[in-house]
C-alpha cells in the first residue's frame, strides 16, 4: 500500500508540473504576440520577459531549503559554476531575444509549430552529450518534425502577422528554429551539470540552476536593452500602446509571471523525471497556442499548417512513447534487482 501511495503522489506531482508548463507556456507566448499587436515593439523588452520574474523561484527554494540542502562533506566547485551558470545565462538570453524576434515576425500558430523542431534537436543532442540512444521511434520523430517545420517555411507569405515582408517572414522562420536548436542545447548543458558538476538532483539544486541563470540571463538583457538604445523609446512604446498604460505594464508583468510558471513546471519535472521528459512535455503544448491564436487573433489554420500540426503531433507520440517503453523498461530492470535481493537476503 505505500508504495501504491507514493506511486499516486508521484503522479499527481507530475500532473500539476506538467499543467503548470502547458498553461504557462501557452498565456505567455499569446500575450507575446499580444504585446506586438498592440502596438509594442521593443525586441529586448519582450526578451526580458522571458527571466525577469525568476524571484518568483525563491519561493519554493526557501520552502524546501532546510530538506534538501546537499550534504557539507559534498562542496560545490563555486567557480566551474558561476561560469556554467553565466554561460547558459547569456545564451539563454540569445535564445529568448531570437524568441522574440521570431514572435514579431511570425503568427502564433507559424512560430509554435516552427518551435515543435525542438524535440528533433532535443533528441540529436541527447545523444551527443547525454549519451542518450537512437532508436527507430526517435528518427521518426526527427524526420516527422524536420517535414513540419519544412512545410511551415514553404507556406504562403500571406499569412505573415501585420503584412510582415517576406524577408523578415523568412528570417522569423530561421531565428525561431536557431532559438529551437539552442534551447534543446540548454537543456541537454544543464542534464550534463546536473550529472558531471553538481551529481544531485535535489529540488534545492535544480532551483539554484533555474535562478542564477535566469538571472545572468535578465542582466545581459538588461544591458542589450540599454546598449541598443531600446531604453529612450520605451515611452514612447507604451503611449503608442493601443490598449493603454495599464494594458502595457500588465502585459508585460504577466508574460513574465506566465514564463515563470513555466519554469517551476520545467524545474519539477526535471526534478521527477528528467530535463529531457521535460522539454517533450513543453513541446506538447504545440497544439494549444495555435487554437487560441486562431480565436484570439484570427489567425488562419490553413491546409499547410493543419498537415504541419498533424505531423508535428505524431512526431510528439512517437517521441513520448519512446519515452514510455524506456521508463517501462527501467522499471521492469528495478523490479528485478530488487526481487534478487530479497532471494539472496532470504538465502
Request: aromatic letters at 12%; hydrophobic letters at 45%; a positive charge.
Given at each position: ?118 524535440l528533433a534537436f532535443n533528441a540529436v543532442f541527447s545523444y551527443f552529450i547525454n549519451s542518450e540512444r537512437f532508436t527507430h521511434l526517435t528518427l521518426n520523430s526527427i524526420v516527422v518534425l524536420t517535414f513540419s517545420a519544412a512545410m511551415i517555411a514553404f507556406q504562403p507569405d500571406s499569412d505573415n ?39 544531485s538532483r535535489e529540488l534545492s539544486a535544480v532551483l539554484n540552476m533555474q535562478i542564477y541563470t535566469a538571472a545572468a540571463s535578465t542582466a545581459a538583457a538588461t544591458a542589450g536593452l540599454f546598449a541598443s538604445g531600446e531604453w529612450r523609446d520605451l515611452k514612447g512604446d507604451m503611449e503608442g500602446f ?106
Open positions: 500500500m505505500p508504495t501504491v501511495t507514493r506511486n499516486l503522489q508521484w503522479w499527481i506531482k507530475v500532473s500539476i508540473h506538467t499543467c503548470l508548463i502547458l498553461a504557462g507556456q501557452s498565456a505567455a507566448t499569446l500575450l507575446g504576440r499580444f504585446y506586438y499587436d498592440q502596438g509594442g515593439n521593443s525586441k529586448w523588452l519582450q526578451t526580458l520577459t522571458f527571466s525577469a520574474g525568476f524571484p518568483i523561484l525563491y519561493i519554493p527554494l526557501l520552502l524546501t531549503k532546510n530538506s534538501t540542502s546537499l550534504p557539507a562533506s559534498c562542496p560545490l566547485p563555486l567557480v566551474k559554476i558561476a561560469v556554467i551558470y553565466i554561460a547558459i545565462g547569456l545564451m539563454t538570453t540569445a535564445d529568448s531575444l531570437m524568441y522574440s524576434y521570431g514572435l514579431l515576425y511570425l503568427s502564433v500558430s507559424t512560430y509554435s509549430l516552427v518551435s515543435a523542431t525542438q502577422p501585420s503584412e510582415t515582408p517576406g524577408g523578415k517572414y523568412m528570417l522569423g522562420f530561421i531565428l525561431t528554429l536557431a532559438a529551437s536548436a539552442t534551447y534543446s542545447l540548454i537543456l541537454s548543458l544543464m542534464e550534463l551539470t546536473f550529472d558531471k558538476v553538481i551529481k493601443k490598449k493603454g498604460r495599464l494594458f502595457y505594464v500588465m502585459t508585460l508583468v504577466w508574460t513574465a509571471i506566465c514564463w515563470q510558471v513555466n519554469n517551476v513546471g520545467l524545474v519539477g519535472l526535471i526534478f521527477e523525471v528528467s530535463s529531457l521528459f521535460s522539454n517533450v512535455i513543453s513541446s506538447l503544448g504545440i497544439p494549444i497556442a495555435p487554437v487560441f491564436a486562431v480565436i484570439l487573433f484570427h489567425d488562419k489554420m490553413n491546409g499547410i499548417k493543419v498537415i504541419s500540426l498533424l505531423m508535428a503531433l505524431w512526431g510528439f507520440v512517437s517521441y513520448f512513447y519512446q519515452h514510455y517503453l524506456d521508463y517501462k523498461l527501467e522499471k521492469t530492470a528495478k523490479t528485478e534487482v530488487i526481487s534478487e535481493s530479497t532471494q539472496v537476503t532470504r538465502v
